[in-house]
């Protein structure tokens, strides 16, 4: 049974951190592409940011500089450090396995407030 399992979300002030975890269990994780997205409310959900089996990553415009996606294999998790956040970064953020096996996890809120 596959599962992915966010974690780490919460309200935050603006310029502060977190970092976001999802949990992989069920298929090779390894092996996968991974991503995170997120959706706020009444937009689109959007690509945030993606790693490779191989650790490339690349990110959205909007959070170059600030977030960071990671991935330890040992542990079957993929992390999201978000710094500097901004109101803006307020959404619903869903971890996904990209490639080769496609998979979403439920989501975590990120509020960002002050």
């Known amino acids: 049974q596959v599962q992915l399992v966010e974690s780490g979300g919460g309200l935050v002030q603006p310029g502060r951190s977190l970092r976001l975890s999802c949990a992989a269990s069920g298929f090779t994780f390894s092996r996968n592409a991974m991503s995170w997205y997120r959706q706020a409310p009444g937009k689109e959900r959007e690509l945030v940011a993606a790693?490779?089996?191989?650790?490339?990553?690349n990110y959205a415009d909007s959070v170059k500089g600030r977030f960071t996606i990671s991935r330890d294999n040992a542990k079957n998790t993929v992390y999201l450090q978000m710094n500097s956040l901004k109101p803006e970064d307020t959404a619903v953020y869903y971890c996904k396995a990209l490639s080769p096996n496609v998979y979403w996890g439920q989501g975590t809120q990120v509020t960002v407030s002050s």
């Open positions: 790693i490779t089996s191989a650790g490339s990553t």
